[in-house]
């Protein structure tokens, strides 16, 4: 596929740890990531759009989605602010995916706030997989999802594939929600066996019609992996959620462990280079900017 298509890079995380309110936790000193492991040689001071940009500068990148980040923060809504501020100054236009407990008893006014900033399109909330696991529907949980189908906000989910049928009930229920399945649902293993089951879920999932697939982080449970290694678990989801349902997303910097930032997009886009020109512009930038407001 050739480099002359831009794309909206839909998954990026950027800190500042001198900040005076927000926290991130995973990026503690002593923290080990509970599926990554060891991840020290990303825990820099700061990582904010100008670094991005350092790295992803040659890559023909138009945009970025910045998923929330800040965890452990007080309050998330101080991450949208910092991010909207530093957008002002940005080599490239940002959206940004915030946080916010969608279950909690000050959900919708913590939604509110956040849709203050004009870059605000939606939240992730990793409640979402601990509520699937319960196989629980949480009434508070349900009147947030309204609020986010009524503002045309974006519902970005983390979820594996033992939780998609639970995934694909939510989106049953809310047939006018737009949900993106982050890092293709994330696969834990890379043997047969999960693929295999990895493979059914998600080509039940997207059954979903309102259900887009985010082609990122596929290397995050494979570290040596080489672009043939990945290129199964890429062309599975487009082939199961097809053209107009996938977008690109390169999880930076948290990639950054396992290859370099023009190397994982690279592979992106030889991974759809099977498609027309018509389809790979929509998986490049045309999903993203209608699902992420560009």
């Known amino acids: 596929m050739s480099l ?58 138009e945009g970025f989605v910045h998923v929330q980040a800040a965890i452990g923060s007080p309050n998330p809504v101080t991450e949208t602010v910092w991010l909207t501020e530093m957008a002002k100054t940005a080599p490239a236009p940002m959206r940004i995916i915030g946080d916010c407990a969608l279950n909690g008893d000050q959900a919708i006014s913590q939604l509110e706030a956040h849709q203050e900033s004009p870059l605000f399109v939606g939240v992730r909330d990793f409640n979402a997989e601990i509520m699937f696991a319960a196989n629980e529907i949480l009434p508070n949980y349900e009147k947030s999802l309204e609020h986010l189908t009524k503002n045309n906000l974006v519902f970005d989910l983390d979820c594996e594939w033992q939780n998609m049928p639970q995934a694909f009930q939510l989106a049953q229920r809310h047939p006018e929600l737009q949900i993106v399945l982050e890092h293709i649902g ?48 890429a062309e599975t989801s487009v082939e ?18 396992f290859s370099s930032y023009d190397v994982i997009i690279g592979f992106m886009r030889e991974y759809i280079s099977n ?12 999903n993203a900017k209608r699902l992420y407001h560009f």
């Open 4 to 61: 002359s298509i831009p794309i909206i890079d839909t998954h990026i995380h950027l800190w500042d740890q001198k900040h005076p309110e927000l926290k991130w936790v995973w990026l503690d000193k002593d923290f080990i990531h509970p599926i990554l492991g060891n991840h020290d040689a990303m825990k820099s001071v700061a990582f904010t759009m100008n670094d991005l940009w350092a790295e992803a500068r040659f890559s023909n990148i």
């Open 186 to 233: 994330f696969p834990r293993s890379r043997d047969d066996e999960y693929f295999a089951n990895w493979s059914k879920a998600i080509k039940n999932l997207a059954n979903a019609q309102n259900v887009t697939m985010k082609l990122s982080g596929i290397g995050m449970t494979d570290p040596r992996f080489s672009k043939e290694s990945l290129r199964k678990w």
């Open 240 to 257: 199961a959620f097809g053209p107009k349902r996938c977008v690109l997303g390169s999880n930076w910097p948290v990639d950054r462990l």
């Open 275 to 286: 498609l027309s020109t018509n389809e790979q512009v929509l998986i490049c930038q045309t």
